[in-house]
């Protein structure tokens, strides 16, 4: 019988386009998946790859081999994900990926109060916005922004819950220094090539200076308590930082909606129902944080 695991190692190969792609995917050393795929060319007595100067192709025996690799991996992760669904334990792995904002300025504390609650649930925390497959088990609970329940995909259970809603801030020692007549430029810092929101132009403070932009949420943070400009950032963040106060005259703009996310069989284990209650409530207390209505320091 072919062996899953030489399976694998063709396939990410396959998708990667060489073998060093492939041992990084998968945390082996360079030797271990010319070995494995050796292996699987033996026992099928064919080439599959043809070693090129721009990487690895895959001979026609290859591509053949890939259609029903690809199955393989489906069936193992249903296989996977059925039996998963029917453990009722209060130990094991569990995933859950959620945007970079929310894991570090809002739910880290309840996150803490979950893992000890139950210290045999092994916690692993995927900080990312970026799109996770809930059905191979790159995670089993996902929190999402949505801006339409529509567009969640149908094998999807979705839990809703508090809006989320986004303002203009600035560092308060900055605003002080407008509203006291410093004319030093006052920047719009941006994480990436969107301009000023044009609900945010009529602002007690206008952005006279050159864009300031960098790729890293905190790092926009960090420019903003500096006093380089003003910033959209969720008001679960903007509201609760000292530092930083809200442009009078820019109001709230509606971000969407917090999911719980879960799918089929996984969403019936015990350790993922008690997160995701856990969680659900936890968010319901956020709630006027999340949607801007906490109280107001200004």
Not at 93 to 115: G, K
Not at 126 to 142: H, I, S
Not at 172 to 201: E, F, Q, S, Y
């Amino acid at each position: 019988m072919i062996d899953w695991n030489d399976v694998r190692y063709f396939l990410a190969v396959a998708r990667g386009g060489s073998v060093r792609s492939a041992a990084g995917h998968l945390g082996v050393n360079h030797s271990t998946v010319l070995r494995r795929i050796a292996q699987l060319e033996e026992q099928l007595g064919t080439q599959l790859f043809e070693k090129r100067p721009a990487g690895y192709r895959l001979t026609a025996a290859g591509e053949e081999v890939l259609e029903f690799a690809n199955q393989m991996e489906t069936s193992s992760h249903q296989l996977e994900t059925r039996v998963f669904g029917r453990d009722q334990s209060v130990r094991g792995l569990l995933r859950v990926t959620l945007p970079p904002f929310l894991a570090t300025h809002l739910l880290m504390p309840d996150l803490a109060d979950f893992a000890r609650m139950y210290p045999d649930i092994e916690m692993e925390i995927l900080p990312t916005g970026a799109v996770a497959n809930l059905t191979n088990r790159e995670a089993d609970v996902a929190i999402r922004i949505v801006l339409d329940r529509e567009t969640l995909p149908p094998n999807l259970h979705g839990l809703p819950g508090p809006e989320l809603s986004s303002a203009i801030y600035m560092s308060r020692d900055r605003l002080a220094a407008c509203r006291a007549g410093v004319a030093d430029p006052v920047r719009w810092i941006v994480i990436n090539t969107d301009g000023l929101p044009g609900w945010a132009r009529e602002a007690e403070v206008r952005t006279t200076g050159t864009p300031f932009r960098t790729p890293d949420a905190e790092a926009q943070i960090a420019a903003t308590r500096q006093g380089i400009g003003m910033t959209k950032l969720p008001c679960f963040v903007g509201d609760a930082d000292p530092l930083l106060a809200r442009v009078p005259g820019t109001g709230l703009h509606g971000h969407g909606t917090l999911w719980l996310l879960t799918q089929g069989e996984t969403r019936r284990t015990k350790r993922v129902r008690l997160f995701t209650e856990f969680v659900s409530r936890r968010l319901a207390t956020h709630a006027p944080l999340l949607k801007g209505l906490s109280l107001s320091r200004d």
